[in-house]
């Protein structure tokens, strides 16, 4: 009887050797990252965020290398038709503010220069000082929450009250009270600096990181929470595993889907703050161009020469938006149970 039953068993059940090749893909295993992938890629909305941020990234990257190869010209001072440079009150000749061959997206009322060139080259600015103090605030965030959430006890509890004193400060008033002392301090550390524009860009880059810690480590430390629990951990510890080993070897390689997702929502968050910062006076000033100074400056010309107004804006609204979906795709790929 039990040979009867398995070879009737065997009647039923599909032969590997002999199923199709389409078949042995269906029933193929897949890691966890690939089924992300494959998630992520059936999402259209993301996968378009995701070739708007690839585009912005390769135009950061590729502008200086333009502008030195004389692609871009962004500093020129173009003259108007009638040979004289524009002055401050007058708009250049031309439709929608200069547009023509040369400068497909005209060029600046009050100097002529080409408004395309420059909103390229203020994208490797933008993105660099975005970066940067994404980089400052990640990296801050997660070293603490991780010690946070692992040490527990009168080390979570003071780390815990210096991410409630650190958000309880006004961040804008203080940006901004403090920013001439600040950037003469910056200045006083990074000695040779033909123009105010390095210690402009770094005093932005640290305000942002600085402040912009306390959120991440309250994250990090929430993931940590579980993972401690988790039998490498406890194996690490009792092998008699250093600290360090344990927060960098152990705990962080585990914390890289919630680190990618934050990076995608952190990055736009700052792309913004650099506009609005550079609206307020703070940050690197004209003639080097920025999406926010250059967004800046064209407000007072927003009736007169619209499209000097709209692209700038347009640019950092495509940019903020694409950053914000590709973390929610990221996010909902990485974690299926969750609804966008």
């Known amino acids: 009887m039990t040979v009867q039953a398995s070879n009737l068993e065997s009647e039923h059940l599909p032969d590997p050797a002999g199923a199709p090749e389409g ?3 269906k029933i193929a295993g897949k890691s966890p ?12 909305l993301s996968m378009v965020s995701f070739v708007v941020v690839a585009l912005y990234i390769l135009i950061g990257v590729s502008a ?21 440079l524009l002055d401050a009150n007058t708009l250049p000749k031309g439709t929608l503010g200069g547009i023509s061959w040369d400068h497909p997206l005209g060029v600046e009322p009050g100097s002529g220069r080409d408004v395309l060139s420059r909103l390229v080259y203020g994208v490797t600015f933008s993105l660099t000082i975005a970066l940067s103090a994404t980089i400052v605030a990640i990296a801050i965030g997660t070293v603490l929450g991780i010690i946070s959430g692992f040490s527990g006890g009168w080390v979570d509890a003071i780390i815990g009250r210096a991410v409630d004193l650190t958000l309880s400060f006004p961040q804008t008033l203080m940006l901004l009270a403090l920013s001439s002392m600040g950037v003469a301090l910056v200045a006083d550390f990074l000695p040779g600096s033909e123009s105010d524009d390095l210690p402009n860009g770094f ?9 912009g810690w306390p959120g991440i480590a309250r994250i990090m430390r929430g993931q940590v929470l ?13 092998i008699g595993a250093s600290r360090r080993r344990i927060y960098f070897k152990e705990i962080l390689p585990n914390l890289w889907a919630p680190l990618l997702v934050t990076f995608t929502l952190t990055m736009p968050a700052y792309i913004s703050a650099e506009a609005a910062l550079s609206y307020l006076g703070v940050g690197i000033h004209p003639p080097t161009p920025t999406l926010g100074n250059i967004l800046r400056g064209s407000i007072n010309y927003s009736i007169g020469d619209f499209m000097f107004f709209f692209a700038p804006a347009f ?14 795709g990221i ?8 609804a966008r």
């Open 331 to 338: 996010r909902d790929a990485l974690d299926p149970k969750a």
């Open 64 to 84: 200086p290398f333009l502008v030195k190869f004389g692609v871009l010209d962004p500093f020129t001072l173009h003259n108007t038709g009638s040979g004289s």
């Open 203 to 211: 005093y932005v880059v640290l305000v942002l990181g600085l402040f």
């Open 23 to 25: 078949d042995l893909a």
């Open 226 to 238: 579980s993972v401690r629990e988790r039998e490498f951990v406890d194996a690490a510890v009792l």
């Open 33 to 44: 990252t690939k089924l992300a992938l494959d998630r992520f890629r059936r999402d259209k």
């Open 315 to 328: 640019i950092i609204m495509v940019i903020v938006v694409s950053f914000n979906l590709l973390g929610d």
